[in-house]
């Protein structure tokens, strides 16, 4: 007979001359009591515990009743016998205060949430699901489904000028982890890094035991003839769309970039950051489709669709691909294949060109509305980096000391990133200026955002503060 009632573990030793009711309150009492019964979860019916356990339905009902009269249980109506909330009060505290609202969160690095195509993937999973092979669902290729690298290979080709065979891509649980994966096998050659860059990405270089060797970025993109100074035998770029800055790489330094990677036997490794949301100029074709021996190309769905998918992919030159495919299958084998099966028909159908389509218009918007109110309120505050991405570098007054900013600003519930976050280490005379992403908030919520942030800095003084530098 089955059962919607849940399990529960408890543990009754019948040699003990202690009653098996006593035994039950008190093992319930104590799960409550320690936290491992939290607030609201609900316990199996009287007739399932006891059945599960082995003994009388009467044994239960008089432990329930009891603990019930002692406040640890309550019944619910159309739900049966839940914990109690009051009862956390004697156990430790496990929930934590709830930390300071925010009104406004311009930080940069994600996608609404609430523009996921949810129909759209819903008939693309079911659509998956029914034509996936059993065998599908064991243990699969560490490089992923032929059907979705197949998918890829076609899709990259068509949007973003990849030239590769689907052998070359290795399917991965997003960029990061990608990127782990190739830290670990070009460790032994150091890797370069833009800087400002992301902090994430210096992180997992150095976590995989890497040389971390910081590169300037300035208005053209990555200077590459620091790079060729600096030893490093690859180098990890945000060509289509700098992160944070928004420098495009310009024609010139991609030359420069690729001369350098040919002449040294090196690795580009090309995080197609942003490339998918441009809106005031043509679409830069990816440096892998140049060199393809050269050039890791590498993307994901996380702020096309949601990060919660945890999908990327990486096209990796045929010198590298025997390597990047056994560190996946020792790291952690394969990727989701019920995720991998509902991304290639969503590709296929063309649900992720329509999503893409629908969501450049609403971002859009949305930058437009962040320049817009940045020169009504904050006039003195230049946005640079606009034509794409989902977020712009807003450069600030000489002697603005954007940390300080930052923070006063995060006191009223207004949350702003300073560029000195994602520098390697601070200098003396670079200039200040904000991160400001504008994809989680409405065009309205934008325009009153900044409003009330000029409205705080008028009545705060954020000139050049002594700020201590915690970054090592």
């Not at 490794?269 to 949301?277: K, N, P, T, V």
Request: charged share 20%.
């Amino acid at each position: 007979m089955s059962t919607s009632s849940p399990e529960l573990f408890v543990e009754l030793d019948r040699s003990r001359p202690r009653g098996l009711r006593a035994q039950l309150e008190r093992s319930l009492r104590e799960a409550i009591r320690a936290g491992r019964l939290r607030p609201g979860v609900r316990l199996p019916s009287s007739r399932a515990l006891a059945a599960d356990l082995h003994i009388t339905r009467g044994v239960v009902i008089a432990a329930y009743n009891q603990l019930t009269a002692e406040g640890y249980l309550t019944s619910r109506q159309g739900w049966g016998t839940v914990v109690n909330a009051i009862t956390t009060l004697e156990g430790p505290q496990r929930h934590r205060p709830p930390p300071p609202a925010v009104r406004y969160d311009f930080r940069p690095g994600a996608p609404d949430a609430g523009l996921f195509p949810h129909a759209a993937w819903a008939r693309a999973s079911r659509t998956a699901m029914r034509s996936l092979p059993a065998h599908s669902l064991g243990y699969s290729d560490p490089a992923g489904l032929p059907a979705l690298r197949e998918t890829l290979a076609d899709y990259l080709g068509r949007v973003r000028g990849v030239s590769c065979e689907p052998d070359a891509i290795v399917v991965c649980n997003g960029f990061s982890h990608g990127l782990s994966l190739l830290a670990r096998v070009l460790a032994g050659r150091g890797l370069a890094v833009e800087d400002p860059g992301h902090p994430d990405w210096r992180e997992q270089i150095e976590w995989a035991g890497a040389a971390c060797h910081p590169i300037e970025v300035d208005d053209e993109g990555v200077r590459v003839d620091r790079l060729a100074a600096s030893g490093a035998g690859a180098v990890l770029v945000t060509p289509a769309h700098q992160y944070p800055t928004g420098a495009v790489l310009s024609a010139g330094r991609r030359i420069d970039l690729l001369d350098w990677a040919r002449s040294r036997s090196a690795y580009v490794i090309e995080d197609d950051y942003d490339a998918e949301y441009r809106y005031d100029r043509q679409p830069v074709g990816a440096l892998q489709g140049v060199a393809p021996d050269h050039v890791v190309h590498a993307g994901s769905l996380s702020k096309s669709l949601a990060p919660g998918l945890r999908l990327g992919w990486l096209v990796v030159p045929s010198g590298l691909r025997e390597e990047v495919v056994a560190a996946r299958a020792r790291s952690d084998r394969f990727t989701s294949t019920v995720i991998q099966a509902a991304v290639a028909e969503f590709v296929q159908r063309g649900d992720l060109d329509r999503h893409l389509r629908r969501t450049r218009r609403s971002y859009r918007r949305r930058r437009d509305a962040l320049i817009g109110a940045l020169s009504r309120h904050l006039p003195a505050y230049r946005a640079t980096g606009i034509s794409a991405g989902l977020h712009v570098l807003v450069r600030l007054p000489d002697g603005t000391n954007a940390t300080h900013l930052a923070a006063t600003a995060a006191r009223h519930g207004i949350l702003i990133q300073p560029l000195d976050r994602y520098r390697s280490r601070a200098a003396p005379g670079q200039a200040p200026a904000l991160v400001m992403g504008y994809s989680r908030l409405t065009p309205h919520h934008i325009e009153e955002g900044i409003h009330h942030l000029a409205t705080i800095l008028n009545s705060h003084s954020v000139t050049t503060q002594p700020v201590e530098d915690n970054r090592g």
